[in-house]
């Protein structure tokens, strides 16, 4: 059938016209908001997430608990996204894993049976393998979901409802913590020990003019799921949770079996006799996976950037045992732990952004006592729904004793009305002044529930229900009962997770960094003594040994020799480029010399245009001078040359058109500089008025009427000035009579003594 258009309506009537970046920004902000407050920030009341709230909440409505039988976790998932979150089954069922990893959450929420993946970062199987069912924790954190104490919101689809928030004591938000990144904002909330936040929390349920230091002394810090250590000083510590943001640094424990003796055992020595020894690390930082810690170290020792470690084996079961075996007996222990904080994730970093959203829904980043404060006065609200949902029942069960109790005294009329009346639910209402509920409910009764109809027991029941009422309206009027109510729950909740239990115990020790072995790249690396080259055209490469510096090197076709220098494979080599600017590079990871090495550009960022004027090797404090064409220059102390990228140091700042044309390393002896120009004209002046300084373009060394600097070196004057002479024969001349050249800084000079090479180089 062929579709008719109308004409007389112009499809692009439906256009609205509008600004592209106001709609635009209308739009971003909808999906900005919808990421804040809808998937990625956890809610402070039950800290979690949307995506895990419809997983537990799915889970129980399939009565998955504790005590029943586990189910597939495929069941699960597509439950999740039929009924409450719309997204792909993968995400939803990685976010029921991690649930169920108890090295990824302190207290799981899942029990898993099957491959739900490991510390060494295996993923799960995938979820028609594996199955599930909740634990007794979030069972807690569920608590009272029936009873009134939470809003219940429509599904996506409108089919359903699901919980707004989890109404149970369990302080899942600090207790499991929470990661996430959202537009603009995220949040990093480390796990910690239940026992302690609930000693905080009576703390200040009990006072709540309680200062950060009091809660600090009971609420300690991280409690991780995978225990180790954390070396920040207490002050840090503090700080961190008094602002919201920081840090915390995680180390891996040492620990070794327990035929060592108490302090090689905490230290994680295993004695081997003859004086040999190895280490055994039995905890790692949280969120780092076993197998790629192992990776890092064995790399470690293949590049030989670990000399002092000879082996890492892996001999972990359910516990972690990863072994590491000395060089030798004589590697300090303390030295060999040091290098792998600094060299590996054994030692790693774990941010903390305390950023929740509220009851309101707001996103806030909270302080420790604030956050606490607001999860109080969410359980207090909490525990008055409670409550009056309680009384509501009981109202509602008491009207319908008391029809009740008139039936009994009344039965054999009841039954009267009930076989000759046709209609006598109006009629009992009349006579016995009964409501309609309460009618219903006589008329609703079976008939061998007549038995039951016993005045005693009902007026019992009725008595019971009216002192529990009496108790419950007391509790509901009285704010300072309601707080000895939530006080009375947190310390049972407590003993179930107490530090007297396996599950309460607590795992990560928090105590600040004794001090260490002083730690240098340098001790790391095998010291050797090398002879580095460098080609015309950039071409670096290190022969062993320190050959002649004069020697038939090798290079590429069109290439050629420009420098070459003694040095050691611990030090680290300066470049520097006309361009003033400084690059560092480790002599540990120079090519060899059998080929022609490898174009330095490779490694450096060294600008096309720029040429490279110099290689020294880094001596720790001493100097150099620095002169550009322009006649300016300084003396810079090569510390602070070392540049941390492979962008380099700008050092030297030149005009237009001028460039770096000296880098000359000043002996400790030295006090003098004699600087010559293009013109031919010679000054010497103290080095006592060379300024040191780390940047700039420098004091005028020589003043010049055209043309520019040439060459400057410095030298000691009781020795004289010495040149290299021209030829074959490669002889220096020397003149110690240079008092008519002697002049102040900045002088035009004269010209050099008879001999004075005529390319005006030193």
């Known amino acids: 059938m062929a579709t008719t258009i109308d004409d007389d309506k112009d499809p692009f009537d439906a256009i609205v016209d509008a600004p592209f970046d106001s709609a635009l920004s209308e739009r971003y902000l909808v999906y900005a908001l919808s990421t804040i407050t809808a998937r990625s920030l956890p809610d402070l009341r039950d800290g979690l997430k949307p995506v895990h709230r419809r997983l537990l909440w799915a889970m129980r409505q399939m009565k998955l608990d504790y005590n029943s039988a586990y189910k597939k976790s495929a069941r699960v998932v597509g439950d999740v996204i039929g009924k409450y979150h719309p997204h792909g089954d993968t995400a939803v069922y990685d976010a029921m894993v991690r649930l169920a990893q108890d090295f990824t959450l302190r207290y799981p929420l899942v029990e898993g049976q099957g491959n739900f993946g490991n510390i060494d970062g295996d993923n799960a199987a995938a979820y028609r393998y594996t199955e599930c069912r909740l634990t007794r924790t979030s069972m807690t954190l569920m608590a009272g979901l029936d009873e009134g104490t939470v809003d219940f919101i429509p599904t996506y689809n409108g089919e359903e409802q699901e919980p707004e928030i989890f109404p149970g004591l369990f302080p899942n938000l600090l207790a499991n913590g929470a990661s996430g990144i959202a537009v603009g904002m995220a949040t990093s909330i480390p796990s910690h020990n239940v026992a302690e936040v609930i000693d905080a929390t009576l703390e200040l349920i009990d006072n709540p003019q309680v200062g950060h230091s009091r809660l600090m002394e009971l609420f300690h810090g991280p409690d991780f799921a995978t225990g180790g250590l954390i070396v920040d000083s207490p002050e840090a510590i503090s700080k961190a949770y008094e602002t919201g943001r920081g840090a915390f640094h995680v180390r891996g424990r040492f620990h070794a079996a327990e035929a060592a003796g108490d302090a090689d055992r905490d230290a994680g020595i295993e004695r081997l006799g003859g004086g040999q020894y190895q280490l055994v690390i039995s905890e790692i930082p ?320 060294i600008e096309a245009e720029a ?84 940047r700039g373009q420098g004091v005028t060394l020589q003043r010049y009427r055209d043309g520019g600097l040439s060459d400057a070196t410095t030298f000691k004057l009781e020795d004289g000035l010495s040149w290299t002479m021209g030829g074959e024969t490669g002889r220096t001349r020397t003149e110690e009579e240079v008092w008519q050249w002697k002049v102040a800084r900045g002088a035009a000079g004269r010209l050099p003594p008879r001999g004075f090479p005529k390319d005006n180089r030193f």
Do not use: C
């Not at 005294?409 to 000759?420: H, M, P, Q």
């Not at 009422?469 to 939530?486: N, V």
């Not at 080599?573 to 590079?585: K, V």
């Not at 001028?658 to 010497?684: Q, S, T, Y």
């Open 286 to 605: 949280y969120m780092v996976q076993k197998g790629k810690l192992i990776e890092q170290i064995a790399q470690l020792i293949a590049d030989k950037k670990l000399p002092i470690l000879e082996d890492v084996r892996d001999e972990s079961d359910e516990q972690v045992r990863i072994v590491l075996v000395p060089r030798s007996r004589n590697v300090d222990p303390e030295l060999l732990k040091e290098s792998l904080y600094k060299l590996t994730d054994l030692e790693n970093r774990f941010s903390l952004n305390l950023n929740v959203l509220d009851a309101t829904r707001t996103p806030m980043v909270m302080g420790l006592k604030e956050l606490l404060t607001h999860w109080v006065s969410a359980q207090i609200e909490i525990l008055q729904r409670r409550t009056q949902h309680r009384l509501d029942r009981i109202a509602a069960r008491l009207e319908l004793l008391e029809g009740y109790i008139i039936a009994y005294l009344n039965l054999d009329r009841v039954i009267e009305i009930i076989r000759n009346e046709d209609e006598p639910k109006p009629i009992m209402m009349k006579e016995f002044e009964l409501t309609d509920r309460q009618a219903e409910a006589i008329l609703n009764m079976r008939l061998r529930s007549l038995r039951k109809l016993e005045e005693m027991a009902l007026r019992k029941e009725r008595d019971e229900l009216l002192a529990e009422r009496d108790e419950l309206e007391k509790l509901l009027d009285s704010p300072a009962r309601q707080r000895t109510r939530l006080k009375r729950d947190l310390r049972a909740l407590q003993k179930e997770y107490g530090s007297d239990t396996d599950i309460g115990r607590r795992r990560t020790t928090i105590a600040e960094a004794a001090p260490t072995v002083e730690f240098s790249m340098e001790a790391m690396i095998e010291k050797e003594p090398i002879t580095v080259i460098l080609s015309e055209k950039g071409w670096i490469k290190a022969a062993k040994g320190h050959v002649a510096l004069d020697g038939d090197f090798k290079f590429k076709e069109g290439d050629g020799f420009a420098f070459a220098i003694h040095a050691q494979t611990t030090d680290k080599l300066l470049l520097a480029t006309d361009t003033g600017r400084f690059y560092t590079l480790g002599a540990d990871k120079l090519p060899g010399a059998r080929g022609f090495g490898e174009p330095v550009r490779n490694t450096l960022d």
């Open 611 to 694: 040429r490279i004027i110099a290689l020294i090797a880094h001596k720790p404090k001493s100097q150099i001078l620095l002169a550009s064409t322009a006649g300016k220059g300084f003396a810079a102390v090569t510390d602070e040359l070392l540049a941390e990228t492979r962008k380099g140091r700008q050092v030297v700042n030149l005009k237009p058109k001028m460039k770096l044309a000296v880098v000359h390393e000043i002996a400790d002896e030295h006090d003098h500089v004699a600087v010559v120009g293009d013109n031919r004209k010679l000054v010497v002046f103290s080095l006592e008025e060379l300024p040191v300084m780390t």
